[in-house]
């Protein structure tokens, strides 16, 4: 399920990044197990966005699938 999930928001990443994009990406990294891919996206989620409680709340607003 997880692996699913890494795959899903490293394609809409490529497609249109996103703070929030980034986060949701780090936590399935961090559910996988792959702790150092976790960080590289909770950086790339920091870059994009200027507000990273922010980026954070919105991706606890998206509906899990």
């Not at 920091?46 to 998206?62: F, G, I, Q, W, Y």
Request: glycine share 4%; aromatic share 4%.
């Amino acid at each position: 399920e997880h692996d699913l999930a890494v795959k899903a928001y490293s394609r809409a990443m490529k497609i249109q990044p996103q703070g929030w994009g980034y986060v949701l990406l780090a936590r399935a990294l961090e559910q996988s197990g792959r702790k150092e891919e976790a960080l590289a996206a909770n950086s790339q989620a920091k870059r994009l966005s200027p507000n990273l409680d922010e980026a954070r709340r919105v991706a606890d607003e998206m509906p899990a699938h």
